[in-house]
């Protein structure tokens, strides 16, 4: 049991330490940093993601685009990509960093509300149309509020991945929780490394949770019980 007694002395010993609770390097701004690259990439990918895919699974032209889309998902290195970026745009800016996690981003939310809108009963397309609605007045009245618990699905495996791999940011030099753990690594300073991946690991938790809250306030009743969400 010595390496649990380690890890929280660890863990008393980063949270404990006033100096990580001030300044540009407390657990504050590191949280905001990290918070600001996450949002802003998971809003990237979303105004990305479900216009195309509303517009894939309404038509049910450019499919192709979603199955390359969750392939590359799988096969796409969050490290590889962040070099690359650094290498072609510098590290003057934060979008070395952003591109990426936006790219690795995209396919969750891409593919389910892709597979949200394709989903829907046939049945219930032909009543929207038989009731005199139009192609863009079907989509927003009817499709997507039946396919909405699969679009914030994917919009919720983003989040969770984003938070996640932002912590690669640290890798050319930014902010965000990463730090602690990229410059615990390097000074040998296991409170920090420790520290900062359960603060990362918290802050996934907590996304986690909006997300699920935020499903049972938008989601209607009957919708849930027709749409299985994983």
């Not at 980063?14 to 990580?20: A, L, S």
């Not at 936006?102 to 949200?116: A, C, M, R, Y």
């Not at 139009?134 to 989509?139: A, I, P, T």
């Amino acid at each position: 049991m010595s390496w649990l007694t380690a890890f929280f002395g660890w863990l008393a010993e980063f949270f404990g330490n006033g100096d990580n609770w001030s300044g540009s390097s407390g657990i504050p701004m590191r949280l905001l940093e990290h918070f600001e690259f996450s949002a802003l990439a998971l809003v990237l990918a979303v105004l990305i993601a479900v216009p195309l895919g509303l517009l894939i699974g309404h038509t049910g032209r450019g499919e192709v685009i979603v199955v390359v889309s969750a392939n590359l998902a799988r096969a796409l290195p969050t490290l590889g990509l962040l070099v690359m970026f650094v290498l072609l745009l510098g590290t003057a800016s934060i979008w070395p960093v952003i591109i990426p996690l936006v790219l690795l981003s995209i396919p969750p939310i891409l593919v389910n509300t892709f597979e949200g809108i394709k989903g829907v009963d046939p049945e219930l397309r032909d009543a929207a149309y038989g009731m005199g609605l139009r192609g863009g007045q079907v989509l927003g009245r009817v499709l997507v509020p039946v396919a909405l618990p699969l679009i914030l699905l994917g919009c919720r495996l983003s989040a969770i991945q984003v938070v996640a791999t932002t912590t690669v940011a640290a890798y050319t030099g930014l902010g965000g929780l990463g730090r602690y753990v990229i410059d615990g690594f390097a000074t040998k300073d296991y409170a920090s490394v420790v520290g900062g991946s359960v603060l990362i690991v918290l802050f996934a938790l907590v996304v986690q949770v909006l997300f699920t809250l935020a499903q049972r306030v938008t989601v209607s009743p009957g919708v849930s019980r027709r749409v299985k969400v994983r």
